[in-house]
């Protein structure tokens, strides 16, 4: 297996660079101080230190289990942006439907949005079709008869152990969560220090 970003293959470069993106992006809309310089690296500004000690946490803790990530808002964001430079993020996205879907109170809401969520996800060529089977399918259709918060219990297990058994590891190994948790790892030594990386001058 290659060990650094330059021995990667141009697809993976590319989706490696996509996921840098997409996550500073969500780390700058976040308010958590980071961008990224023209290393290419993650730096957490000296703004937010106590901020910064957070969320290093948080980073660190999205590795220890599958259901700490999926606790963290920073956590899922992350995720979902790495699920998307692999075109799968269709199971994360179900999987939070679900989440919403079972806080809603009102019969008549929870059924027409419980017959959306179908469409849009376990339907036969639905616009985002999960990858469960036949049978989940089936039933799923069938809970739709008699709509409950828990008629989608059985579509949504499938899809997050197969995120946990799938995406998640890959997540991991991703470059740019070691190297931001590398960075992390750094802040949680150093208190002290806030800046996890030196920009590059040029």
Not at 36 to 58: A, C, I, P
């Amino acid at each position: 297996m290659c060990r650094t970003l330059a021995a990667f293959p141009t697809t993976c470069l590319e989706r490696a660079k996509e996921f840098k993106t997409r996550l500073g992006i969500f780390l700058h809309k976040s308010e958590l101080g980071c961008d990224t310089g023209s290393s290419g690296k993650f730096e957490w500004g000296s703004k937010h230190g106590k901020e910064n000690r957070n969320f290093s946490e948080d980073v660190l803790g999205w590795r220890e289990s599958f259901d700490l990530l999926l606790s963290s808002k920073n956590g899922v964001a992350a995720f979902h942006a790495f699920l998307k430079t692999e075109f799968s993020e269709e199971n994360l996205e179900f999987w939070l439907a679900c989440e919403e879907f079972k806080k809603i109170q009102s019969a008549t809401k929870r059924a027409s949005r419980a017959h959306r969520i179908f469409e849009e996800f376990i339907c036969s060529e639905a616009p985002k079709e999960v990858n469960i089977d036949h049978e989940t399918r089936e039933l799923t259709r069938m809970n739709l008869q008699t709509v409950t918060a828990t008629c989608f219990d059985t579509a949504q297990g499938k899809t997050r152990t197969l995120m946990e058994k799938d995406s998640y590891p890959r997540f991991l190994k991703s470059p740019t969560y070691r190297d931001l948790a590398a960075q992390a790892s750094a802040a949680s030594a150093t208190p002290s220090s806030c800046s996890l990386a030196e920009p590059s001058h040029t």
